[in-house]
């Protein structure tokens, strides 16, 4: 089994009051920030999707299966405002195909 990695990524987002004191007009509710992460370099290097699994079958069988290798990358995300911190975290479920599913935690 291969190690965790850690990939640290920062962004900080300063926002000027003033400058949206000008678009009053508008009601403001938050702010929206997209984070695009590609994972194609991962999906290259992983293995082959289907393979076979063992499990057993009575007391003292085991027969093969066909499983689906799917890998996890959790994303913690920390937003500061002032004084209060919150923390989000996500975990994409992915294969050879890509992206299956993204699950909040």
Do not use: T
């Amino acid at each position: 089994m291969a190690g965790e990695k850690i990939i640290l990524y920062r962004k900080w987002v300063q926002l000027d009051p003033e400058a949206l004191g000008e678009y009053s007009q508008y009601d403001i509710a938050g702010v929206n920030e997209i984070l695009r992460f590609n994972v194609g370099s991962f999906v290259q290097k992983m293995d082959e999707r289907d393979y076979e699994l063992y499990v057993p079958r009575g007391e003292a069988d085991y027969g093969p299966i066909m499983g689906d290798k799917i890998y996890y990358l959790n994303f913690l995300i920390q937003l500061l405002h002032g004084e209060q911190v919150e923390y989000k975290r996500y975990r994409l479920v992915i294969d050879r195909d890509g992206i299956q599913e993204i699950q909040k935690m």
